[in-house]
């Protein structure tokens, strides 16, 4: 069981806008900045979206990030099918002394 | 380029201790804002948090795992090590070390290794 809520899947089909949510508590996203990875098949996460909003170089400026209150979204739009992966978000969560959090992930799928 | 790869046994007998070492390169483990960081994936399932040591030599573990985790630094092997005692079979899963940098705040996993897979069994 995930700190973090996330669908455990989502789809869309090329050129269409999707978004996924993520869903935490005041001890996390409530407090603190939202981090977005995806991971293709086989491979390691990569940083899509840092504090939120934030897209390192090299991102496509298809991804876009968004918080509000104790929930975070990712959004991609013109899907493109190379955009079929898992895709966690992560926060830090206050309690305990503090520690990293992440989401179950989400399964994009793209039709 | 940054680049972090993970290396150490691929099979741990149940109540043994995992060990494994992550090389960096392209980066030194002594700069500041830093946290050098392991995460794991069992297979099939989502992300954990293991833990990280800060480049002032502070650590912070997962409170689930935190009585069984120990991570290190090695500054003049540029490298930082994971050991996690009294395995079973639930520790199996690809770890992953990672680079964390924070500033102002905003920290965030940016680097990571390819991963390797370690599994539990007798």
């Known amino acids: 069981q995930s700190v973090l809520t996330q669908p455990p899947s989502a789809s869309g089909t090329p050129g269409q806008r999707v978004t996924i949510s993520c869903s935490g508590s005041?001890?996390?996203?409530?407090?603190?900045?939202v981090n977005w990875y995806h991971q293709l098949p086989g491979t390691a996460p990569k940083l899509l979206i840092y504090?939120?909003?934030q897209r390192p170089s090299g991102v496509p400026d298809r991804f876009s990030g968004s918080k509000s209150g104790t929930s975070a979204s990712l959004a991609i739009s013109g899907l493109q099918s190379e955009d079929e992966a898992d895709y966690y978000c992560?926060?830090?969560?206050?309690?305990?002394?503090?520690?990293?959090?992440f989401g179950g992930g989400t399964k994009l799928t793209v039709l | 380029q940054v680049q972090l790869q993970e290396s150490g046994p691929g099979l741990v007998k149940p109540s043994e201790t995992l060990s494994l070492t992550c090389t960096v390169s392209?980066?030194?483990?002594?700069?500041?804002?830093?946290?050098w960081s392991w995460i794991r994936q069992p297979p099939g399932e989502g992300l954990e948090w293991i833990g990280y040591?800060?480049?002032?030599?502070?650590?912070n573990y997962n409170p689930s795992l935190k009585s069984r985790v120990t991570i290190s630094v090695d500054t003049s092997k540029n490298q930082f090590s994971l050991k996690l005692s009294s395995v079973t079979a639930a520790d199996t899963a690809v770890y992953y070390c990672?680079?964390?940098?924070?500033?102002?705040?905003?920290?965030?996993?940016?680097?990571w290794g390819q991963g390797t897979l370690v599994t539990v069994s007798s």
């Open positions: 990672a680079r964390r940098p924070c500033t102002n705040g905003v920290c965030y996993f940016d680097y």
């Open positions: 392209g980066g030194s483990v002594s700069s500041s804002s830093y946290y």
């Open positions: 040591m800060s480049y002032s030599g502070s650590t």
């Open positions: 005041s001890s996390n996203i409530g407090s603190n900045s």
């Open positions: 504090s939120n909003n």
């Open positions: 992560a926060a830090w969560d206050d309690s305990l002394n503090g520690h990293v959090v």
